[in-house]
């Protein structure tokens, strides 16, 4: 490790860095009505990255390219954006105060009338964060697992839970476009990319619950993002180890917009690190497109279009495997044969027609079509051996087994096949009145999956078929019982049902004695024709800010929140599809507090939530690295309860960093007996913090520490009540080091051709620095008696990964 870190830190300070520095400095203030300051106002380069936030009094400074014409923007949530060109002489400092007027309209669907007044239980995220970030999916809901009750124990995947829920119960929007993931992974390895391209995102807003009525049908959470409209030309390219990615965007004459992303990644490099060792060639592919057209002020059309394909193979070829306790240890020796292949197509594409008859209201027609197409085949056998390992042992022997404990092989096949097809379309529309906003919104969905199954493991201890019977060698009646393989499933099933859905919301904003208030009710409904299931969802939030000397929010939300069944929620643990069930359901109650204060000269944020969720007709589920299977019925109830901390600021000036702390305890009713759920994380920890080498500011490290405690697991076949063992907590470090070699305070010639990049940086990350060997499931083997051993699967190992980030 040390002497790939000094590596790294060389090919990093090789690189030339003495281009002339040329700057010049813009500062002032900016304010909004009545002269007012605003907090917090962004203020960029246009066609530049990064960028300066005013402070609490409004007042700003930025650094920006001098001897070149210039536009700066300035905006704010709820004001119309200004822009300022600006040409400046190298040294020069000047001073520009800003007024920002009022917007009555809708922004980008995120109403906020005053600056101050969070009227909806959101956080909002710098996607720019998402470069900075050391992960190795370099994904936005990397950037989500970093808050507060969110979990999540696979780097490999970008899969997470929110407080309590699993993975099918959260909402991701993109331009109110609902998207899907696939449905037949089972392992991170096998996912690939998130639909997500964070080269496209311009805002991320989240939320763990006690959202508005105006978000769809699922009990915990909701992921709202929205791409950029370009207002001129520009692009980025990414180069790693991991694959290449890049964009482009732009305006053609004053109505046409467009915007694209394509990305291949293959993560090989890193899947060699895990203990099956054997070939493996994961390949995945994206592209994406969003076209804009203004017919006029009042008429846009927009098209998005959306392609993934995602393909893994794995020859496995052998695995060694040591766990237990240092009092008692064991090790598993496998040799394998056969292969795995899975496939995974996605298609999306949607049309959104949006009017605006009046500064006021706004109108909006979506049609949207997914369809998936996925394959999940394979054929592998093994032959294992399992020993105990001595509890002491010198160097030499460290390793070695002392006690056989068995020998066995298994069969795994599979033939799996889904296609599956979700058509949308939906009205949305929304209507400013002053103090107040309504927003309302009707839609139908036909949801069409066909799934053809054949999968089954036969498993061998010593030359016998597992399960045993005991055997009567000499009696008078030897058994004769038939083979038979109890790990079989076969279906051939196709589901096809309409979902009908409707809301209305009015959001009030007024004052109080010395308080401002945001009142925020709605109606949810739905019906299901499957089960004629109707349902009705109240929702209500309430923000109240105190005019005391310390600014402080206070939020209060709940309702309810039903989720009908889809297809994997209506396929049970054989593969059949189960028509009779009813949608699951969640009350949340949510109370939280937004705390700004100053600290160093800086503005930090402090936020806390608690909250409780009493959940009913559930249905009981089990999850096996990714892969969730439902039991097929509505027999459980339960509850997730908890609180959230997040403390945000720039602990390091001009560097923004965050810690998220999470205490969460939930646990279901099944059959009269209280059991964890299968997402029970007791405590989750989370730091990204951000730092840059004294007087040296385009070095930069970055760093995220996670850490979750255990979540309850059971062997296999066992009764959900048995299922109480627990996974070991899951601990990681990722590190990154950068240096800005193009930045704004760069100066080229006009022949040289790298003045086309605004921006380029260079960086060498370390995942898992500490080493630790995190698990994320279990592989259960069995020897002639019937014994059962756990073998935990580990994920990836101490890696290093280069990377060339280059925005043009």
Not at 106 to 129: C, G, M, W, Y
Not at 408 to 437: C, F, M, P
Request: aromatic share 14%.
């Amino acid at each position: 490790m040390k002497k790939l870190f000094l590596i790294g830190i060389f090919i990093l300070s090789s690189i030339v860095n003495a281009f002339p520095q040329q700057t010049a400095t813009i500062f002032g203030k900016i304010t909004g009505e009545e002269r007012k300051p605003i907090p917090n106002a962004n203020i960029i380069i246009d066609g530049h990255p990064g960028g300066t936030a005013s402070a609490k009094d409004g007042s700003y400074q930025i650094l920006v390219p001098a001897g070149k014409k210039i536009t700066l923007l300035i905006s704010f949530i709820g004001y119309e954006t200004q822009k300022l060109e600006v040409l400046l002489k190298s040294g020069e400092l000047k001073e520009y105060n800003i007024y920002l007027p009022p917007l009555a309209t809708q922004l980008e669907s995120i109403e906020v009338k005053d600056q101050q007044i969070h009227t909806q239980s959101f956080s909002r995220l710098n996607p720019k964060a998402v470069t900075l970030i050391p992960t190795m999916n370099a994904s936005i809901e990397d950037l989500v697992k970093t808050l507060p009750g969110v979990a999540s124990r696979n780097e490999l995947s970008s899969t997470y839970s929110v407080r309590g829920g699993n993975y099918d119960e959260n909402l991701v929007f993109v331009n109110d476009i609902e998207i899907y993931r696939p449905f037949l992974v089972r392992a991170g390895q096998q996912e690939g990319m998130s639909f997500l391209n964070p080269d496209l995102v311009s805002g991320i807003s989240f939320s763990a619950g006690g959202f508005d009525a105006r978000y769809g049908d699922k009990m915990s959470s909701v992921l709202d993002i929205r791409y950029k409209k370009p207002t001129s030309f520009a692009g980025s390219f990414d180069l790693s180890l991991l694959g290449a990615n890049g964009h482009l965007e732009g305006k053609i004459g004053r109505k046409f917009s467009y915007l694209t992303g394509i990305r291949y990644k293959s993560n090989s490099y890193f899947l060699k690190g895990l203990d099956t060792k054997g070939n493996y060639k994961p390949r995945y592919f994206d592209f994406q497109s969003l076209f804009n057209y203004e017919v006029s002020k009042k008429f846009e059309i927009s098209l998005m279009g959306t392609y993934s394909n995602n393909s893994f193979k794995l020859v496995p070829e052998t695995r060694e495997t040591s766990f237990g306790t240092l009092d008692e240890a064991y090790k598993i020796k496998m040799y394998f044969d056969g292969q795995e292949v899975d496939k995974y197509q996605n298609w999306l594409g949607a049309l959104t027609l949006q009017y605006k008859p009046t500064e006021d209201i706004r109108l909006k027609l979506i049609s949207s079509v997914f369809q998936t197409f996925e394959s999940e085949t394979y054929d592998i056998s093994a032959e294992y051996w399992i020993g105990k390992l001595e509890a002491f042992q010198n160097y030499n022997e460290y390793g070695q087994g002392s006690e056989e404990l068995g020998v066995g092989a298994y069969i795994d096949h599979a033939r799996n096949y889904l296609n599956g097809t979700v058509a949308d379309i939906e009205h949305l529309g929304s209507w400013n009145k002053g103090n107040s906003q309504m927003m309302w919104g009707i839609g139908y969905r036909h949801e069409f999956f066909r799934y053809k199954m054949n999968e089954w493991q036969l498993t061998d201890s010593a030359g016998y078929s597992l399960p045993h019977e005991t055997d009567s060698v000499g009696g008078s009646h030897p058994p004769h019982n038939a083979f038979t393989i109890p790990d079989f499933i076969q279906c051939d099933n196709s589901t096809g049902l309409n979902k009908l859905s409707a809301f209305l919301q009015e959001t009030w904003t007024f004052k109080k004695g010395r308080n401002d208030i945001s009142l925020s009710a709605g109606l949810r409904t739905i019906y299901d024709d499957l089960n004629g299931q109707f349902l009705a969802n109240p929702r209500a939030t309430l923000s109240i800010k105190p005019h005391w000397k310390k600014e402080v929010v206070f939020r209060f939300s709940g309702g309810y929140y039903s989720q009908p069944p889809s297809f994997r929620e209506l396929t049970d643990l054989n593969g059949n599809i189960i028509s009779s069930l009813k949608a699951q359901t969640a009350f949340h109650a949510v109370a939280g507090t937004d705390l700004y204060f100053d600290g160093w000269g800086r503005p930090f944020k402090f936020v806390t939530e608690i909250y409780y969720k009493y959940m009913t007709h559930l249905i009981p589920y089990e999850i096996d690295n990714l892969e969730i299977r439902y039991y097929g019925n509505n027999n459980s109830f339960g509850y997730a309860a908890g609180i959230d901390f997040r403390i945000n600021g720039e602990f390091v000036k001009g560097a923004e960093s965050w810690a998220s702390l999470s205490f969460m305890k939930t646990e279901e009713n099944i059959d009269g007996y209280w059991v964890p759920r299968p997402t029970d994380q007791r405590v989750n920890l989370c730091i990204f913090f951000q730092d840059y080498v004294p007087d040296f500011p385009s070095w930069r490290v970055n760093l995220t520490l996670f850490y979750g405690t255990g979540l309850p697991f059971g062997a296999p076949g066992s009764p959900k009540k048995d299922q109480t063992l627990r996974i070991p907590d899951y601990r990681r470090v990722d590190i990154g080091l950068s240096k800005q070699i193009i930045g704004d305070q760069t100066f080229f010639s006009q022949k040289n051709p790298l003045r086309a990049f605004h921006s380029m940086w260079l960086a060498m990350e370390v995942f898992n620095l500490l080493q630790i060997s995190n698990t994320v499931s279990y592989q259960w083997v069995t020897d002639i008696n019937g014994q059962q051993y756990a073998v935990p699967n580990y994920l990836t190992p101490r890696l290093f990964n280069l990377k060339l980030i280059a925005n043009f």
